[in-house]
């Protein structure tokens, strides 16, 4: 009787921290989303989700150098809650909720303590996506590789083969989610999948493995069939342009002490401590070599430093922190399994560090918006947008373009009530990617972003597929008028990087609205004849 009543409560409990964790997941990273904006980074799939609803595809309407699946997940998101940046919010809250529940559930089936599973849940739940708060490509990619993950984990403990084929299917999400850092992820999880299936001495671990990938594989070509992508600008778009971007940033990067050590020490500790554990007692356990607690060290191992090695080559800021309270809940894992005398003090230190780090970090992300480029900008200022759009209600707008919101909202309100006055067909290019939206129609921005990596320069390999590429969409749209908006003044050097060095100036007829936004009449010229 006394068992039946404690599986009652333990269940009881782990359904009461579930629903809390899913409402507290969900909200916090809702808020934090809601609070300010870094145009390039928030908006980055904002028109696209909504473009594919009115029939444009990635790759083949717009530019990308990253991968398609979140452009495609939005505008899922927008057909079903609407056009809205409350729809935007959902879907990546939803995601960190999903983070938190999977976590709860891995660490449930380690047998982990309930009381450490509720402080385990709450710092993921805030290290987690909340950094951005709005869909990024590279948490996308780096949560999708993190159920990988945890798929290797749960083989590990439940000797279920299939577990395998979610890996690499999580994993294929991850790369068309971005490339990067889901290859890093890929290499190693593939070579683990090799060092198990030697070590049990199974090939249907490798098979499963396989056939994730495979099945995911046929569901792509069927899609981009479907959707008449073409397959010679999918690979361009997905894999050989972007590897040219990769091996640029591989040879100019410069480590040091703060990029490697300093950056990541909280990490570094609590992953020292695991090792510490395996080293000194591996004796407490039957088999060591041959036990679950060494297959989980390695994946762990390699997890980590597959996360590690992107952020020490990617330009974003960091927000792999979520990882302290996930390495934390491994530690106490291995502190339960080898049996250690005087485990809670060894436990104890590690909650705090947990609690203490996140609590640094929140502080930094969620509060100060870091990862946005919001930490010195003076948040209170922030405004509601209620001049052009209803779209956005629930979003405090303030960003580090301007220091008076007031402005920088007149400006787009200029931008908005001209692109909405004017009746001939448009292209716009801007940072601000949710004009479309907004409007309700079709602004045929040719890129997904417009930094220095998002399509060739001038000068390099694959120059003349994009100046194609653009050329074909001025002349297939039949655009009459494109028009260019900047946070800052627009110089000849940015209009030449966004137009000119693709398109001949001889090819527009230049108008000033202000500063910050220029309109391009389309002229007759050789470049747009068929």
Partial sequence: MNKIINFLNRNHKISILLAFTCVFSFLVNYMVGSNGVYPVDTFIHYDNGYRILLGDDPIKDYWIVHGLLIDYLQSIFFFIFGNNWI???IHSSLLNVAIAIFSIYVFLTLKIKFEYLIIISISVSLLAYPVSGS?????HSTFFSLFA?????????????????????????????????AAYFILTFSFLNLIFAANNKDLKIVYFYIFGAFAFLILLIFFLFLREVDLGDFILQIFLFPKTIGLDRYSNYILNFHNTLSEYKFVYIVLFGIITL????????KNYFASNELKILIAVIFFVISNIVHQFYTKNQIY???????????????TNSFNIKKKKIIIYSFIFLCLFSTIKYSERYNLDRKFHELEYVEKNNSIKISSFSKNFKGLNWISPYFKNPNEELEIMNNLYEA????????????????????????????????????????????????????????????????????????????LDHLIFDYVSKDCFEIKDINSFIKKLVVRKCNEFKN
């Fill in 419 to 494: 692109l909405k006055n004017d009746q001939a067909n448009k292209m716009l290019i801007t940072e601000y990617n949710f004009f479309s939206s907004i409007l309700g129609e079709n602004l045929n921005s040719p890129s997904r972003t417009y930094d220095d990596i998002s399509y060739p320069k001038k000068n390099t390999l694959y120059y003349e597929s994009y100046k194609n590429f653009l050329i074909n969409k001025i002349v297939s749209k039949k655009i009459q008028n494109l028009y260019v908006f900047e946070p800052k003044n627009i110089n000849q050097e940015r």
């Fill in 87 to 89: 729809s935007y919010l």
């Fill in 278 to 285: 395996n080293i000194f007692f591996f004796k407490n356990i």
């Fill in 149 to 181: 993950f945890y798929f290797i984990i749960l083989w590990i403990i439940k000797k279920k083969n299939y577990f395998w084929f979610f890996v690499s299917f999580f994993l294929c999400l991850a790369f068309f989610s971005k490339q990067v850092p």
């Fill in 320 to 334: 792999i922190f979520y990882l302290i309270p996930l390495l934390t809940g491994f530690l106490i894992y291995f």
């Fill in 135 to 139: 869909p990024f490509l590279d948490l």
